[in-house]
Nanobody, 115 residues
Framework: QAHLVESGGGSVQPGGSLRLSCAAS????????IGWFRQAPGKEREGISC????????VYANSVKGRFTISTDNTKSTVYLQMDSLKPEDTAVYYC????????WGQGTQVTVSS
């Protein structure tokens, strides 16, 4: 059974940076694509980035393209989301996600961007 644990959230001023981590267990990280989603208060959960197990290429939602970078460290079974040039509209709970035999979500980590 897959298990995902996010960390690295916090409060930051606009223009700042954070790096989120998603520690994965129960499956081989290099065999599945992993996604990052976020959910802001009063809004639906949205997909913002995904990294393929086939070529390690990341894809991004337009709202974060050019500012966020997804990467993996298979030796640590961890997926990262480097977030730069943060904006107040990036404030949300961030989740990582994987579909193996079922869909699995982490518990989420809060990111708050405010001056």
């Amino acid at each position: 059974q897959a298990h995902l644990v996010e960390s690295g959230g916090g409060s930051v001023q606009p223009g700042g940076s954070l790096r989120l981590s998603c520690a994965a267990s129960g499956f081989s990280l290099d065999a599945y694509s992993i996604g990052w989603f976020r959910q802001a208060p009063g809004k639906e959960r949205e997909g913002i980035s995904c990294i393929s197990d086939l070529d390690d290429n990341g894809v991004y939602a337009n709202s974060v393209k050019g500012r966020f970078t997804i990467s993996t460290d298979n030796t640590k079974s961890t997926v990262y989301l480097q977030m730069d040039s943060l904006k107040p509209e990036d404030t949300a709970v961030y989740y990582c996600y994987v579909y193996t035999t079922n869909a699995y979500w982490g518990q989420g980590t809060q990111v708050t961007v405010s001056s």
